[in-house]
Nanobody
Framework: QVQLVESGGGLVQAGGSLRLSCVAS????????MGWYRQAPGKQRELVAR??????TSYADSVKGRFTISGNNANKVYLQMNSLKPEDTAVYYC??????????WGRGTQVTVSS
C-alpha cells in the first residue's frame, strides 16, 4: 500500500501563486509515477500534471506554461502553480501509480482562486 498526504492549498487572488506538496509513505519503492488531479464542483476529476520516475512530465493544456510539477524521485512531488485563475479553483488530489498497476490517492487539498 501507498499513503499520500497533500498540503499547501489555500485561498489566493487571481494572478497569485501556490505550491502544493505531496508526501508518499509505505511501499514507495514501487511508485513509477506521481501526479496531480483536480476536481471542481460539478465536474469530473481531471489530470493536471504527472511526473514519471524517469523524470518525464506531462501537463493538461489548460495549465501549460503556468504550472510546474517536480519531485525528488523518491517519495515527494510538488506542484508550483503560478498565474492562477478563478477556473483553477478545485480540490487537488495527489496520485501515485505503482509498478503493479495499482493507483493510490490522497484526500485532497482545496485551492480557491478569487477574482
Amino acid at each position: 500500500q501507498v499513503q499520500l498526504v497533500e498540503s499547501g492549498g489555500g485561498l489566493v487572488q487571481a494572478g497569485g501563486s501556490l505550491r502544493l506538496s505531496c508526501v508518499a509513505s509505505g511501499r514507495i519503492s514501487t511508485i513509477n509515477a506521481m501526479g496531480w488531479y483536480r476536481q471542481a464542483p460539478g465536474k469530473q476529476r481531471e489530470l493536471v500534471a504527472r511526473i514519471r520516475s524517469a523524470g518525464t512530465t506531462s501537463y493538461a493544456d489548460s495549465v501549460k506554461g503556468r504550472f510546474t510539477i517536480s519531485g525528488n524521485n523518491a517519495n515527494k512531488v510538488y506542484l508550483q502553480m503560478n498565474s492562477l485563475k478563478p477556473e483553477d479553483t478545485a480540490v487537488y488530489y495527489c496520485n501515485a501509480l505503482t509498478t503493479w498497476s495499482s493507483e493510490f490517492w490522497g484526500r485532497g487539498t482545496q485551492v480557491t482562486v478569487s477574482s
